[in-house]
Nanobody, 115 residues
Framework: QVQLVESGGGLVQAGGSLRLSCAAS????????MGWYRQAPGKQRALVAS???????NYADSVKGRFTISRDNAKNTLYLQMNSLKPEDTAVYYC?????????WGQGTQVTVSS
């Protein structure tokens, strides 16, 4: 049974920081490309950052220089360090893993940034 469980969301003031974690089980984590997506109310889910199985990161333009994606294959965990948060970063953040045709999603964690 595959599980991706996000944690670390919450309420933070603009300019603050949060670190999201995604604990994976039921998959060979080190083989999977992983990503963080977010969905704000009334908007489509969008890619925030992704990281390949070998650790190459990719970021949406809106978060470049503020967010850092990383992975710890020994702990089967994906991270998203979010700094200089803005109210427009408010959304539900989802962890996702992909390998070939296998595609798994977590349940999401709410991030709210107050102005």
């Amino acid at each position: 049974q595959v599980q991706l469980v996000e944690s670390g969301g919450g309420l933070v003031q603009a300019g603050g920081s949060l670190r999201l974690s995604c604990a994976a089980s039921g998959i060979i984590f080190k083989l999977y490309a992983m990503g963080w997506y977010r969905q704000a109310p009334g908007k489509q889910r969008a890619l925030v950052a992704s990281i390949s199985s070998v650790g190459s990161p990719n970021y949406a333009d809106s978060v470049k220089g503020r967010f850092t994606i990383s992975r710890d294959n020994a702990k089967n965990t994906l991270y998203l360090q979010m700094n200089s948060l803005k109210p427009e970063d408010t959304a539900v953040y989802y962890c996702a893993g992909r390998l070939g045709r296998s595609d798994y999603w977590g349940q999401g964690t709410q991030v709210t940034v107050s102005s």
